[in-house]
């Protein structure tokens, strides 16, 4: 039990009085990668939105437990000093604050700490060429005036330099051409080298995947888990699509 990450316990939210989670389950261990599947409107974003404790989803009734202790109370700042990260499907910009004092901030709340910016530049240079982008980015403000291919480098980017316990990533490969979906996924990949850290890759598409090791899979329907499996229902996905766990979710032969 020690190596429990994240538990989610018969988790209902609702949006906008509309209920969208339905008693959803799901355990995630130190170090491991899920990956969340599911046709559109299952609930996917609204996971990752309850997990991080966006005010606009309410929890209804059940838990998150993270780190052995529930987190239901605490407001999304908090969450993220725990070690919660999410990078966006649509990234906002920023104007007025540079996405290397951005990231600065975020990892001096998140540590408590104080970081010599001699230390913090080569540390964000580093991490800025694992994911093949142009140094000046560091100093332009976040996302104002970045491609979509840019703007989600730059989540990858925060990724690895606040090094979180658990990312959930929101279709981070959304929009992006193959280069740009290979680039962040060695992003990805260089993430996944700490041991201890866990992503939850919520994704319709499975190119970012590829080169990424999968523990667990689990298919999302009508705001809970039908399925669960390893990396080759991936695969059985992306050769039938959804059809047949829609179809039995709603009873069906």
Do not use: C
């Amino acid at each position: 039990m020690a190596d429990i990450l994240l538990q989610v316990k018969d988790l209902s939210v609702s949006v906008e009085d509309k209920d969208i989670l339905k008693g959803l389950n799901l355990e995630v261990r130190k170090g491991e990668t899920h990956v969340l599947m599911g046709p559109n409107g299952a609930g996917k974003s609204t996971l990752g939105n309850a997990l991080m404790g966006n005010p606009n989803y309410i929890v209804k009734s059940g838990d998150i437990i993270f780190n052995g202790k529930s987190i239901l109370d605490e407001p999304v700042n908090q969450r993220a000093k725990d070690g919660l990260f999410m990078s966006f499907q649509n990234p906002l910009e920023v104007p007025g604050i540079s996405l290397s004092n951005f990231i600065r901030n975020a990892l001096e709340n998140r540590t408590g700490e104080r970081i010599r910016l001699w230390d913090f530049r080569k540390k964000i240079a580093a991490a800025m060429d694992v994911l093949q982008m142009d140094h000046s980015y560091a100093e332009r403000d976040l996302n104002v005036g970045f491609s979509g291919g840019e703007k989600k480098k730059a989540e990858i980017l925060q990724l690895l330099m606040l090094n979180p316990s658990l990312a959930i990533l929101d279709e981070t490969d959304s929009g992006l051409d193959v280069d740009a979906v290979r680039t962040v996924s060695k992003g990805v990949e260089e993430y996944q080298k700490n041991r201890d850290g866990a992503l939850i890759i919520i994704t319709h598409s499975t190119r970012i995947l590829e080169s990424l090791h999968v523990d667990a899979t689990h298919v999302l329907v009508d705001g809970t888990i039908v399925e669960n499996g390893d990396a080759s229902l991936v695969d059985e996905i992306n050769e039938n699509g959804f059809e047949r766990f829609i179809k039995e979710e709603n009873g069906e032969a």
